[in-house]
């Protein structure tokens, strides 16, 4: 049995940070030029094993196949793009963690096939839309709903991925990719501070969290600050911010749910008025769909009666939704057991942040493993993990390959 190198591991990423990042950070935006050079690096690393084809699918995503007796394969990957001033692990810790897998699975005999994808725009951070190759595989990807969204410099998107060579109408038959998929493995970066304290490196992960997304409008009526007594204003703002902490008082008597208030807009927003119209954005995310319906008609409740309160009124916009999605329960205790086996103590942890694992686990088993993320921070250079941990998490991802691809024969 061949030997993972998780050193080799950490030299890469070292490696590709400095290819493609500057003193601000990580610069791999999906369809530019930086993320061409990842992309190519890859290709290289990739073109040294023997054994191994690559290609690329019709919505952008890199493939490699080290072939075993049987077509079904399993997949591990992640992908390699930033955002702009990112960090240096955020995604393609997944990429070059499998890439150091299939070096040491590919050329041995095995009962299943072993894939390496990197996903093509998981983070969305040039048009907005994130997970754009994955859910062109999974086939939830709507073309027309993205044909309209540009860049700050208004270049349209699908003109960005035709000069990557991918054609937006033809997205969708990158869902072929998957035929004789048995299961999927992603091992990225916690991005939260769940991990360290708890004094852990590794952890394995239940599931990815619904969101519910909301501006929530409230509106009274401005007017002067000076002339107008307190017991008679129909203050938009204050109703909007009781509202905001009730949201957070509702979340916190909760287990393991989240709900922020991230965009706060007044109007007329001057000193010497108090505000007849405050939106604010809700955001509300739990792995349980009962538990987050629950959080929102409650904080539709709880608006309302505020609203009253101050003499205003509240209305409500969705924004965005997408349901939890569970992991594969047979994929969580096998990573469960391996990080126990790798790291002597394992837990098990939601996914707040999305992730293509999130679009993978709708048509196939799919778990992740996540790795402590120092302080929590994640898209910043400031983003990092120790060294023994990120070691520790390449062969935990080289068990579970291993462990999977009998789990999956």
């Known amino acids: 049995m061949s030997e993972v190198d998780a050193a080799r591991a950490v030299d890469e990423l070292r490696e590709l940070k400095r290819r493609t990042g500057n003193d601000d950070g990580a610069q791999r935006v999906a369809w530019t030029d930086t993320w061409k050079t990842a992309n190519d690096w890859l290709r290289e690393e990739l073109a040294g094993i023997d054994g191994v084809t690559v290609d690329t699918d019709a919505a952008g995503n890199l ?62 951070a040039r048009f907005g839309r994130s997970l754009l190759g994955s859910s062109a595989a999974s086939g939830t990807l709507d073309p ?15 003109d960005a991925l035709r000069g990557h060579g991918v054609e937006l109408d033809q997205a969708l038959e990158a869902r072929r990719g998957l035929d004789g998929a ?71 008597r909760r287990d393991d749910v989240r709900a922020t208030t991230g965009i706060v807009k007044v109007s007329p927003g001057i000193v010497t008025a108090f505000n007849g119209t405050c939106e604010l954005s809700l955001d509300q995310r739990s792995l349980d769909p009962d538990v987050l ?20 009124t509240v209305a409500w916009e969705r924004i965005w939704q997408i349901e939890p999605l569970p992991f594969d329960a047979e994929l969580i205790d096998l990573a469960d057991a391996v990080i126990a086996d790798v790291a002597g103590t394992s837990t098990r942890l ?6 293509d694992a999130a679009e993978m686990a709708r048509v196939i088993p799919t ?35 291993r462990r999977t691809l009998d789990w999956a024969a």
């Not at 299939?102 to 005999?109: D, V």
Request: proline share 5%; aromatic share 4%.
């Open 63 to 124: 493939w490699a196949t080290a072939p075993g007796e049987s077509e079904r394969f399993v997949i591990v990957g992640g992908h390699l793009d930033s955002v702009p001033d990112g960090g240096w692990l955020d995604g393609c810790l997944n990429v070059i963690a499998g890439l150091e897998v299939l070096r040491a699975l590919a050329p041995e005999q095995r009962p299943l096939t072993l894939k390496l994808v990197s996903w093509a725009d998981e983070e969305g």
């Open 350 to 355: 939601p996914s707040g942040p999305l992730h």
């Open 293 to 312: 319906a629950d959080m929102l008609a409650t904080a539709k409740q709880a608006s309302e009666r505020i609203a009253g309160e101050e003499g205003c």
């Open 144 to 158: 027309d709903s993205v044909r309209e969204l540009k860049d700050r410099d208004g270049t349209a998107l699908p």
């Open 182 to 252: 048995a299961a999927y493995l992603e091992l990225h970066i916690e991005q939260g501070p769940v991990l360290e304290r708890l004094g852990l490196p590794l952890g394995a992960v239940l599931g990815t969290f619904g969101v519910e997304r909301h501006a929530v409008r409230f509106t009274g009526q401005h007017a002067h600050a000076g002339s107008t007594p307190m017991d008679v204003r129909h203050d938009a703002f204050l109703a909007a911010a009781r509202s905001a902490l009730a949201f957070r008082e509702d979340a916190e």
């Open 367 to 401: 778990v992740m493993l996540f790795v402590k993320s120092l302080r929590g921070l994640s898209h910043t250079k400031e983003e990092d993990t120790p060294v023994e941990d990120l070691e520790l998490s390449v062969r935990a991802l080289d068990q579970l390959t």
